[in-house]
């Protein structure tokens, strides 16, 4: 039985709105109340961003982690936000509470408490897809399915493998922190990735060596000379001459190593 969505008693349709149209009351009231869920859950990640950034913790990147993805859902709501509004719907703002996470002192504590979270809002948008298969409401089944439900397994499956990892490192559970809570805020990959640029942002790659014909000419030329010159006595000097412009990056290099072989 649904009785775990999370209800809104204050809700009212609007009256007079000339968008709305095959939008179902059960349907509008249950995404209201899953938008102050998903308003929570993003007070939640917050709570634990700004713990792991205290200076007795100093997890940067974890908590750089946790920041990122509070507002990952934070837009997921305003999204569910913004549907209702284009569904001729609204939302009505409520109290968001205390984020119960006073326990979650270490890393696997926050993991744990991050994966809970993470199911519930799962369960949440199951539940109301189906709400919306069977109050005949096909826009909202496909857009719940496509949007939300998705990215929320990735998040799942993702928790689950740094969970894994913490306990191979022996993390801590008690706020005590430990050397695989440092080994997790710097080598491992998920915290890492989502702060840090690519190499690509910075400099644009540099053509292939392939594209330089002069030089593979040239570099068949010694082979040539050394067959010619195999009978005779002396040191062999071979010249490479190359007449095409070597790759330029953005700082110029190319240039001045051109220029350096000319000098030459």
């Not at 007070?43 to 961003?49: K, V």
């Not at 982690?65 to 837009?75: M, P, S």
């Not at 060596?209 to 593979?216: I, K, N």
Request: with cysteine; aromatic share 6%.
């Amino acid at each position: 039985p649904r009785v775990t969505l999370p209800a809104c008693p204050a809700h009212r349709p609007l009256p007079g709105s000339r968008v709305r149209h095959g939008f179902p009351p059960a349907v509008e009231e249950a995404l209201c109340g899953v938008t102050g869920a998903q308003l929570e859950l993003h007070y939640c990640l917050q709570a634990l961003g700004e713990y792991f950034d205290q200076s007795h913790v100093a997890l940067p990147n974890i908590s750089k982690f946790f920041l990122h993805q509070a507002l990952e859902e934070r837009k997921a709501a305003e999204a569910l936000m913004k549907y209702q509004q284009e569904r001729g719907g609204h939302y009505c703002s409520k109290t968001i509470q205390k984020p119960n996470c006073d326990y979650a002192v270490g890393l696997m504590k926050a993991l744990e408490l991050a994966m809970v979270q993470w199911k519930t809002m799962l369960r949440y948008f199951e539940e109301l897809y189906a709400l919306s298969v069977e109050n005949a409401d096909p826009h909202s089944a496909s857009t719940i399915k496509k949007q939300f439900i998705g990215p929320k397994i990735q998040k799942i499956k993702l928790m689950g493998d740094l969970l894994t990892n913490a306990r191979r490192l022996d993390c801590s559970q008690d706020g005590r922190n430990s050397l695989g809570d440092y080994f997790m805020d710097r080598l491992q990959k998920e915290f890492r990735t989502s702060i840090e640029p690519e190499p690509s942002d910075h400099c644009s790659p540099c053509p292939p060596l392939q594209q330089c014909t002069g030089a593979a000419e040239g570099l068949k030329r010694p082979q040539r000379e050394c067959s010619q010159h195999r009978n005779s006595i002396g040191p062999i000097y071979a010249t490479i001459h190359c007449t095409t412009v070597l790759p330029q990056c953005n700082d110029g290099t190319g240039a001045k190593v051109k220029q350096g072989r000319e000098g030459l």
